[in-house]
């Protein structure tokens, strides 16, 4: 029987949940101007709905088993993850990085048998994610999401537009990062129990990942065409500033490899971004302004993530443990969309004797769902954040990106269902 202080972490989970889905309700009382609009328009932003919930559980819990217990379970989460992520936000959406990958895109662009201007989509919605295997997944998603913002989000309407995209940002994200065993976090949560190493990680996931990753940037390119060939969708005017200097460039490049390479350890990475903020202050000339406040948002929803998710462990894991191989993917597929995937994997590992289908049919399945909701990933709090003031309302309507993303969320279903030698 759960106890009631985990039942009351349900409930509030649950209305976290509720919340996040009357996200744009809030937006639109914010935008009217009233006597409460600056409460509707907190209620409004998504990255502090689990935070506020999470600090409504702790006064529960101090209220029912005094404060030094609440203040116990806060020291037994790890909140290494959300710091990972508000670091690499900062790092990786820094100008001289931004460039550096804007080259890099626009130089494999120019190889492609394409226009430039579809030639370069793809890329983004295809290569950037892909390339989460290795630059972690939350770093990936900062940069497609800046370069979508830049290059196409800043022009007024086309809401149908971003949201397919945003979409398909989501899915690709999720299912590029598991070419390798550190770089996705439903994967990282796993991958020492059950033993999977990057070379397990890329042949019975990576094909299947890179496979789908195409096709959802490929066809989302082709029915976006005529929007990105017509001049309707663009960039904003640049404004003429000093080219950023190759030392510069290799400097932030650094920063950012010894942060990916220090994902685990808080003290070298925070280390480093405290020299990285001194840095960029010394060639401020050579910056924008750093994500800090997006990057502490993003931050805290998914800390309270952490101390709302540490107590459903008393339904969830019972609820995985039951389920057979072909319907746990699919249970793990949707649940993933009401909860993060990392912590349900994690949850899964606690499972005794699983065999090794049961194993990845819940990790595919983790992935797999992990571009339906903004919960359902750690990195997509970042993408959110960056993109939701593009679309109306400034808000992003949790029903209509889940919609975006079920065509893109299926064909990553087929892949990971085809079947394997390994499995027979």
């Not at 969708?233 to 942060?259: D, N």
């Not at 010394?282 to 993003?298: F, K, S």
């Amino acid at each position: 029987m759960p106890s009631p202080i985990e039942v009351i972490a349900t409930v509030l989970f649950a209305i976290a949940i509720v919340h996040t889905f009357s996200v744009p309700v809030f937006a639109r009382l914010a935008n009217r101007n009233g006597p409460h609009s600056g409460l509707w328009h907190m209620l409004a932003e998504v990255e502090v709905v689990f935070g506020v919930w999470a600090f409504v559980l702790l006064i529960a819990m101090a209220l029912l088993m005094g404060s030094t217990r609440a203040i116990e379970y806060l020291d037994t989460r790890n909140f290494t993850e959300p710091a990972f992520v508000f670091v690499i936000m900062v790092v990786s959406a820094s100008r001289p990085i931004i460039e550096l990958v804007n080259r890099l895109v626009h130089g494999l662009a120019r190889a492609m048998p394409l226009r430039i201007e579809l030639a370069t989509f793809f890329i983004t919605m295809s290569v950037v994610p892909l390339a989460g295997s290795f630059i972690t997944e939350p770093a990936a998603m900062t940069l497609a999401a800046l370069m979508l913002r830049d290059a196409y989000f800043r022009r007024p309407g086309q809401a149908g537009f971003k949201y397919m995209t945003l979409g398909v940002l989501f899915v690709n994200i999720s299912i590029g990062g598991v070419l390798t065993a550190y770089a996705a976090p439903p994967v990282l949560m796993v991958a020492h129990t059950f033993g999977w190493d990057t070379a397990y990680m890329a042949s019975h996931f990576g094909w299947r990942a890179v496979a789908a990753v195409l096709v959802n940037a490929s066809v989302l390119t082709l029915i976006c065409r005529k929007y990105l060939l017509s001049g309707e969708i663009g960039g904003g005017e640049k404004a003429s500033r000093p080219p950023v200097p190759l030392g510069v460039i290799a400097i932030h490049l650094l920063c950012l490899v010894g942060i990916v390479l220090g994902a685990h350890h808080p003290v070298v990475f925070l280390a480093i971004l405290l020299f990285f903020i001194g840095y960029a202050h010394a060639y401020g000339r050579y910056q924008n302004p750093l994500l800090i406040r997006e990057g502490l948002m993003v931050g805290f929803f998914l800390a309270g993530l952490v101390v709302l998710g540490g107590l459903q462990k008393w339904w969830l894991q019972d609820l995985l443990g039951g389920l057979a191989p072909v319907v746990l993917f699919w249970g793990a597929t949707v649940l993933t969309a009401v909860t993060d995937n990392a912590a349900l994997t994690y949850l899964g590992s606690l499972v005794e004797g699983s065999s090794d289908l049961w194993r990845y049919m819940l990790v595919a399945g983790a992935v797999t769902g992990g571009g339906l909701t903004v919960i359902a990933n750690a990195p997509n709090p970042a993408g959110f954040s960056i993109l939701k003031g593009f679309f109306p309302d400034g808000a992003i309507s949790p029903l209509k990106l889940l919609a975006a993303a079920l065509v893109p969320t299926l064909v990553a279903a087929f892949m990971f269902l085809l079947p394997h030698s390994a499995f027979a």
